[in-house]
């Protein structure tokens, strides 16, 4: 990493709030880190304004990407400065969906591979796709992606403007798991001819791998991981290699779950939720066929993005989960030990909160989701004093 982006990571919140005249703490990078807020174990510094932003991700440099649910991919370079990332794709924006997260290639500092996914219409309706491209970067603090190729859809497009999912995440071993939302229409999540409610596993390049739980079943039933999902916002892998996501589930029913290869999680046959009619359905204790979430919410949260940290900034929650929450405003601490799970804290940031990364020096960096009355901040936790 260039050591000028390392170690004005810290500086960049201050330089980039002050341009924007956020009412935060001021000084320099070696001032104490300013007062927690409402008894919150961090200072909260908004560094950003972004405009519907939906995901992030950090270059090896520590110049951040983000991208916008409209469709555009912005870069943020550590002295604040946000330029455009151009060759996005043209994106089907409405409801829940638009260009949605954004992942690198493990093996990016040596190929550039980036991998963004977006909904898209066509026959049928509309679907979540999944692409990736070669990122080229400028000099003039932006850049853009070359040779994007969809190497992913859901399948089948259907009407509609929900539960897209769409988030990636890629294994230690470097395979593709992309999150693959039910899209609100229920029994597709137990149908395997379909990859709608699904945990999909793929290779880079979108090949199907040959230990794939249903592999040599059918074209859209080999590219399936886990199913019975409803909305998966989030999907992280652990430290020790565990995967971890959460859904969103019906009324009362938001999960956060364990993924085990080719397990079933249910949905709609069971959930601790009810649908929104007020409807019963099942609860998990009557179904133990069914993988059961080690995390159930309700109220629910809406959970969406999720890290497990590594961070040294913050060393008590080293391999606890974070996860925002939209309707619950909040960020929910969620202690792991080994297979278990349990929500140890919720901090209300009195906006909606739609994802969360981990910084190269290990602060928390949170989005705001934009719209319904929250901002679109990028918002940088480091510890109170
Ligand atoms: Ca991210
Ligand atoms: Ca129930």
């Not at 000099?139 to 992913?152: A, S």
Request: proline share 6%.
């Amino acid at each position: 990493m260039h050591p000028f982006l390392l170690a004005s990571l810290s500086a960049l919140a201050l330089v980039a709030c002050n341009s924007s005249n956020e009412s935060v703490a001021s000084g320099n990078s070696a001032a104490p880190a300013p007062a927690a807020q409402n008894g919150r174990p961090f200072a909260v510094q908004p560094v950003a304004d972004f405009d519907e932003p939906w995901a992030m991700t950090f270059l090896p440099d520590g110049r951040l990407l983000i991208t916008e649910k409209k469709g555009q991919l912005k870069l943020m370079g550590a002295d604040g400065n946000i330029g455009a990332v151009t060759g996005t794709p043209e994106v089907a924006y409405g409801g829940q969906g638009g260009l949605g997260d954004v992942v690198l290639h493990p093996d990016f500092a040596n190929n550039a591979r980036i991998y963004l996914s977006w909904v898209e219409a066509g026959e049928g309706g509309k679907g979540a796709v999944v692409g990736r491209g070669t990122l080229v970067l400028d000099n003039q603090g932006g850049g853009r992606i070359d040779n994007l190729e969809v190497i992913w859809r859901q399948e089948p497009k259907v009407s509609g403007n929900g539960h897209f999912s769409h988030r990636i995440a890629f294994s230690p071993d470097g395979y593709l798991f992309i999150t693959s939302g039910e899209r609100q229409k229920f029994d597709p999540a137990q149908d395997l001819n379909q990859n709608l409610g699904k945990v999909v596993r793929l290779t880079d390049a979108g090949g199907v791998p040959g230990d794939n739980p249903f592999y040599d079943q059918g074209r859209i039933k080999s590219q399936i991981w886990s199913y019975g999902h409803r909305n998966l916002l989030g999907i992280a892998f652990a430290p020790d290699g565990k995967l971890w996501t959460h859904e969103m589930g019906p009324a009362g029913g938001d999960e956060f779950n364990l993924i085990e290869k080719g397990s079933n999680y249910g949905y709609p046959i069971v959930s601790n939720g009810n649908h929104y009619d007020g409807r019963d359905i099942p609860d998990h204790a009557t179904r133990p066929e069914f993988n059961a979430p080690e995390v159930t919410w309700n109220p629910v949260i809406s959970p969406a993005g999720l890290i497990i940290y590594t961070g040294a900034m913050f060393p008590a929650w080293k391999g606890n989960a974070f996860i925002g929450g939209l309707s619950g405003k909040a960020l929910v601490r969620v202690a792991i030990d080994g297979t278990r799970a349990r929500e140890a804290e919720r901090w209300d940031m009195g906006a909606r909160i739609r994802e969360v990364e981990q910084g190269p020096d290990g602060a928390i960096l949170l989005l705001e989701d934009g719209g319904q009355e929250s901002e679109g901040r990028l918002l940088r936790l480091t510890p109170a004093s």
